[in-house]
Nanobody
């Protein structure tokens, strides 16, 4: 069974930092593009960040550029999202996803595997 499992979400105050983790199982994701999306209540999924298998190329959504950093550890079959200077508008369920084709893309339908999500809530 192929799974992506996110962790690290929680309730924080504006200006705080969080680090989300996503660990894969059931197959290796080390050659896949990995991405993060988020969905706030009543809104569509929003692209957050993506990273190539080597980590050599990264893509960020405009709303998180300069504040969020995506990274990966292929030996652990994991991808991470470091979130700094969090704002209330960052409140959402965060999902990690794998794109087995690449290159990094912002479109949700390009990704083939999805986690169940982790809630991030930022209070003002």
């Amino acid at each position: 069974q192929v799974e992506l499992v996110e962790s690290g979400g929680g309730l924080v105050q504006a200006g705080d930092s969080l680090r989300l983790s996503c660990v894969g199982s059931g197959r290796t994701f080390s050659r896949d593009v990995m991405g993060w999306f988020r969905q706030a209540p009543g809104k569509e999924h929003e692209f957050v960040a993506a990273i190539t298998w080597s980590g050599g190329s990264k893509l960020y959504g405009d709303s998180v550029k300069g504040r969020f950093t995506i990274s990966r550890d292929n030996a652990k079959n994991a991808v991470y999202l470091r979130m700094n200077s969090l704002k209330p508008e960052d409140t959402a369920v965060y999902y990690c996803a794998a794109d087995i084709v690449g290159p990094p893309k912002m479109t949700r339908r390009s990704y083939h595997y999805w986690g169940q999500g982790t809630q991030v809530t930022v209070s003002s």
